[in-house]
């Protein structure tokens, strides 16, 4: 069987397996060698996401293969205002720390070798933001800022550190770019493709480092290359 790689976060993760999207680039990159698993829930917080992580990763059967890692992408719904049409979502910044902690640790002991790799939330768009409301918007405010994600973002860099996990600042990355806003964002929020090309890549560029990329990993069953014309089932021997 191939190992997995889960993708587990909010709705840039649920979509990420749209055209261009950076889960389907994942899973288009590691053909062969493993299984790219989608486990995105548009809307959802860390809180919500540890409620429900027991539900969404069962343990692995007796001889089964234990995934080798998992994408944690939260805190873009954490970082709404308290004050604003979204506060449903809100999650307090040292509970967002907390949860954080709690979800690493949940994998941690499902999968004790797993990778776990957190992602910041993105930089917002305000702007954006106010022309693509989710629902009506009567105060005239966004919902988002691109400070408070800022603050998210710090928070989830600083867990990654106490646990010892890689981790995408995506936040700083693409504000690397001086035309972000534009070429990165498709809402305020929301990825472009160009957007999902960032993280497609620095999620590579950080599986590697971490051990896990398609140079070190067994393709399932033979490649074409490598099939006797003259004896094709030759090649099937040793699996």
């Not at 504000?175 to 498709?186: F, G, R, V």
């Not at 999902?196 to 051990?211: A, P, S, T």
């Not at 990993?217 to 090649?235: C, E, S, T």
Request: glycine content about 6%; proline content about 8%.
């Amino acid at each position: 069987m191939r190992p997995k790689i889960y993708l587990y976060g909010d709705s840039i993760t649920e979509e990420s397996f749209s055209d261009g999207g950076w889960g389907a680039s994942l899973s288009h990159h590691f053909s062969r060698t493993v299984d790219v698993v989608l486990r995105g829930y548009s809307g959802y917080n860390t809180r919500w996401a540890l409620k429900v992580a027991e539900r969404i990763f069962p343990p692995v059967e007796s001889g089964g293969v234990p995934p080798l890692a998992v994408t944690v992408f939260f805190g873009a719904n954490d970082a709404c205002l308290p004050d604003r049409y979204s506060a449903f979502q809100h999650v307090p910044l040292h509970e967002y720390k907390q949860n954080l902690h709690s979800i690493i640790s949940f994998f941690k002991k499902r999968w004790p070798e797993i990778v776990i790799l957190l992602i910041t939330p993105p930089p917002i768009d305000e702007d954006a933001r106010l022309r693509h409301p989710y629902i009506e918007n009567p105060s005239g405010l966004p919902e988002r800022t691109n400070e408070a994600a800022g603050a998210y973002a710090q928070a989830c860099i600083s867990v990654a550190k106490e646990c010892g996990c890689p981790v995408v600042d995506l936040w700083i990355k693409m504000q690397e770019c001086p035309d972000w806003k534009q070429a990165y964002l498709s809402d305020g929020l929301h990825l472009t493709q160009a957007g999902n090309r960032i993280v497609f890549e620095e999620v590579v560029k950080k599986l590697k480092e971490q051990g896990t990329s398609v140079e070190n990993l067994p393709v399932d069953l033979p490649l074409i290359a490598n099939i006797d014309p003259q004896d094709p089932l030759k090649a099937f021997q040793d699996y």
